[in-house]
């Protein structure tokens, strides 16, 4: 779980950007995205999971091409996982978005939620108001909601 993708800035927002088109290509909707050094969480909605997962795993062997040509590093697995989850109910939803959101805070990369540039929080606040988001989140508090997900920051 090195932070392969945030191996610098550009990259950080070149995957941000590939990602994002990608998953224009394939959703209907495109909630809330974030991206981290090591890892990556977005919530869309498909109708196709199937090609939705084809077309990032296509991008994930791309992008793991790439990198590790840059790095002299051929053969290095990159990416180790992608799932994909149902939203259950608008609970289950919701607490979804506050978590994506609060990914860069809950691992420590800044203190407030919309200071980290590799996510749509301050779009999504500008969006959504303050007061509906911060209703949002009493309503849907994260509690231990991901605590196995992530992968531990090095």
């Given at each position: 779980?090195?932070?392969?993708?945030?191996?610098?800035?550009?990259?950080?927002?070149?995957?941000?950007?590939?990602?994002?088109?990608?998953?224009?290509?394939?959703?209907?909707?495109?909630?809330?995205?974030?991206?981290?050094?090591?890892?990556?969480?977005?919530?869309?909605?498909?109708?196709?999971?199937?090609?939705?997962?084809?077309?990032?795993?296509?991008?994930?062997?791309?992008?793991?091409?790439?990198?590790n040509?840059?790095?002299?590093?051929?053969?290095?697995?990159?990416?180790?996982?992608?799932?994909?989850t149902?939203?259950?109910?608008?609970?289950?939803?919701?607490?979804?978005?506050?978590?994506?959101?609060?990914?860069?805070?809950?691992?420590?990369?800044?203190k407030?939620?919309?200071?980290?540039?590799?996510?749509?929080?301050?779009?999504?606040?500008?969006?959504?108001?303050?007061?509906?988001?911060?209703?949002?989140?009493?309503?849907?508090?994260?509690?231990?909601?991901g605590?196995?997900?992530?992968?531990?920051?090095?």
């Amino acid at each position: 779980h090195r932070p392969i993708i945030g191996m610098t800035p550009q990259r950080m927002a070149d995957f941000e950007k590939r990602l994002l088109e990608k998953c224009d290509e394939q959703c209907q909707s495109v909630y809330t995205w974030n991206i981290l050094p090591n890892h990556y969480h977005v919530v869309v909605q498909t109708d196709d999971v199937k090609a939705l997962l084809f077309a990032l795993g296509r991008l994930h062997g791309r992008t793991s091409y790439d990198w590790n040509g840059e790095e002299s590093r051929r053969g290095r697995k990159v990416w180790f996982n992608a799932t994909e989850t149902a939203m259950k109910s608008e609970r289950h939803f919701w607490v979804t978005v506050v978590y994506v959101l609060n990914n860069a805070v809950r691992h420590g990369y800044v203190k407030r939620w919309q200071d980290w540039p590799y996510c749509n929080a301050v779009e999504f606040l500008e969006t959504h108001g303050r007061d509906d988001v911060e209703k949002k989140w009493s309503e849907y508090p994260l509690l231990d909601y991901g605590k196995e997900w992530d992968p531990p920051d090095l």
